[in-house]
């Protein structure tokens, strides 16, 4: 196996090179300089464009998520689009990373209309981070989906995200992400207290 792997070096890198370099980008990006970065987002969306491979593309975006320069965005964005689900799901994780309001609109817009259920529930996972009353909305959106697994998501990055708790009622969370008071919040029960402590 090993010297067929070095045939295979001998006339293009293998996927295992090509993952452990981008794990060395990956560890490496806070001593680049801006410059430096600048090359790697440039040779990055390069690889999210125009690569066959999705595990591949993938990892680039989560290299991409390390970048503290702008130009990252645009291949974090185009990647949000990619055909393939795991490089979509990576491109969440990267936006709830790096915040801003423009994760929070692609988050948001990814929650509301992805194909792939375990995109939009990365999606509504990564909308806990944001405090912010458009990623309120999309959440408060999918708790009307007739997916448990998506509601139950919306929920908790709901109150992750806003630091309210109105238990589970969905008609009063729904109120709150709608900007309405929906009342006081949930107080558990005593038994329901002393069942958290053990």
């Known amino acids: 196996m090993r010297s067929q792997w070095e045939a295979d070096e001998a006339y293009q890198p293998t996927l295992h090179r090509q993952l452990a370099e981008l794990e060395t980008v990956r560890t490496n990006v806070a001593r680049m300089s801006a410059e430096q970065q600048a090359h790697w987002c440039g040779e990055l969306q390069h690889i999210v464009q125009s690569h066959s491979n999705p595990v591949l593309r993938a990892a680039c975006v989560n290299t991409l998520a390390r970048f503290s320069i702008p130009a990252a965005n645009e291949p974090l964005t185009l990647a949000m689009k990619d055909a393939d689900s795991a490089v979509r799901i990576a491109a969440c994780r990267a936006w709830g990373q790096r915040g801003g309001k423009e994760g929070t609109q692609l988050l948001a817009a990814t929650l509301g209309s992805d194909s792939d259920m375990d995109v939009r529930l990365a999606a509504a996972r990564e909308l806990r981070r944001f405090s ?9 959106l999918a708790l009307q989906e007739n997916d448990p697994a998506l509601q139950y998501r919306a929920l908790e990055s709901l109150r992750e ?19 309405q008071d929906p009342g006081p919040e949930y107080t558990p029960s005593l038994a329901e207290r002393l069942r958290a402590l053990f």
């Open 132 to 140: 912010d009353p458009i990623a309120y909305e999309a959440l408060g």
């Open 161 to 179: 995200a806003s630091g309210k708790d109105y238990g589970t009622d969905l008609q009063a969370w729904q109120q709150f992400a709608q900007g």
